[in-house]
């Protein structure tokens, strides 16, 4: 017993030596040129994949580090959890393949030479097309609701504001035509409903789904030299969601007040003003998570329909044995339908491939997205 106490002090210490050699680690370091290797067994188009998302992963624990922030050792107080010191923190700018096996001798190697930097990545168009490319370049559409004093707005200034800047740093938004336009409260109810939500992105051939609402309401008036002022405050608020999953992935609220002589405009301004602070926040998000699950672990959901629950433990079982899937657990199973939820390094492609080689012919993949693998298991 009395060993504890220093124990837990000496683990204190490490912990803020870890921390503060970090922030110097990210003080120091910009960019750096760094050869990554990855090897994956198999020599299929898969496996190669696989070698090049471990090469990209290695180049940058070595040129940064994995590090931990703050908020991870309060949040995870665990100096042996494998989560928190899987967390790279990098990404790269941009890289080139100098050796690669071609798979021979039944596993690939492949060696890249990178610039491996930390940083704003979303300002770094090359390394963030690098991220888009790894993710599939997701789709996102884009859908709101948006009142004056109440009243409902034929156009969304908050949701034009929005598609101008990730127009602008490259992100494939999908045009949705001004004639289908969606009413306030479908886009309420979708907005505190993330399944609805994904039905919405789903109609409009999306991966990602932003729906937001937004309100600019007259808060003050006043006549200085007896000019009419008018104080309006716009509250935009939005959700990021991926479409086949339905889960959240970004969410921030914004508000923004403007002073004009003119109602109206004044109004619009205050939307305006909001939706481009609400942008640059929802897009820092967004990208940093797309960048986790580049550069670390993917979480991909495994929906089992006509399952016994014999036939899903063994399959369980074959899943746990895969080198690329790192944790496993079974949200649900209900009229032998399950649903497992899988973090895996590499993308959901990477995992289709590696399923085929150990299901057999009574089971089949009838669905793959980006996060969610569909599979049917028949009757023998």
């Not at 050796?99 to 090359?126: C, H, M, P, W």
């Amino acid at each position: 017993m009395l060993g504890k106490p220093k124990l837990w002090l000496g683990i204190g210490i490490l912990l803020l030596v870890i921390f503060l050699s970090g922030k110097t680690v990210l003080a120091q370091i910009e960019e750096k040129e760094v050869i990554g290797e990855g090897i994956a067994v198999g020599s299929s188009l898969a496996s190669r994949q696989e070698a090049l998302n471990r090469a990209l992963r290695n180049a940058i624990e070595k040129g940064v580090g994995v590090l931990i922030d703050s908020e991870t050792m309060v949040q995870n107080f665990q100096l042996l959890d494998d989560k928190v010191y899987s967390q790279v923190k990098g990404y790269v700018k941009s890289y080139q393949i100098v050796d690669d096996n071609q798979g021979k001798e039944g596993f690939y190697r492949i060696k890249l030479k990178t610039i491996v930097a930390l940083g704003s990545l979303r300002k770094d168009l090359k390394a963030l097309n690098i991220i888009m490319e790894k993710k599939g370049r997701p789709r996102i559409v884009m859908v709101f609701s948006e009142t004056i004093d109440g009243l409902a707005q034929p156009g969304a200034l908050t949701q034009t504001s929005l598609e101008k800047a990730f127009l602008e740093n490259n992100f494939p938004v999908v045009d949705k035509p001004q004639m289908e336009m969606i009413k306030a409260r479908d886009v309420t109810l979708s907005y505190n409903d993330p399944l609805k939500a994904a039905a919405l992105g789903r109609r409009y051939g999306a991966e990602v789904v932003i729906i937001g609402q937004a309100t600019s309401d007259l808060v003050d008036k006043s006549q200085p030299y007896g000019v009419s002022v008018y104080a309006y405050q716009a509250q935009v608020s939005a959700r990021a969601i991926k479409v086949d999953t339905a889960r959240l992935i970004a969410s921030e609220n914004v508000s923004s007040t403007q002073r004009g002589s003119g109602r109206i405009p004044t109004a619009k301004k205050s939307l305006d003003v909001a939706g481009q602070e609400l942008a640059d926040v929802m897009m820092n998000q967004i990208v940093e998570k797309w960048r986790s699950e580049v550069y670390n672990l993917l979480e991909v959901q495994l929906v089992c329909e006509r399952v016994n629950l014999d036939v899903l433990n063994l399959f369980e079982d074959n899943l746990r044995n895969l080198d690329i899937v790192k944790s496993l657990s079974q949200r649900s199973f209900v009229n032998n339908i399950a649903i497992i939820d899988i973090e895996i390094e590499g993308n959901a492609d990477v995992l289709a491939a590696k399923l085929n080689e150990f299901i057999n012919p009574s089971v089949e993949i009838t669905a793959r997205t980006q996060n969610r693998i569909d599979l049917l298991f028949l009757e023998d």
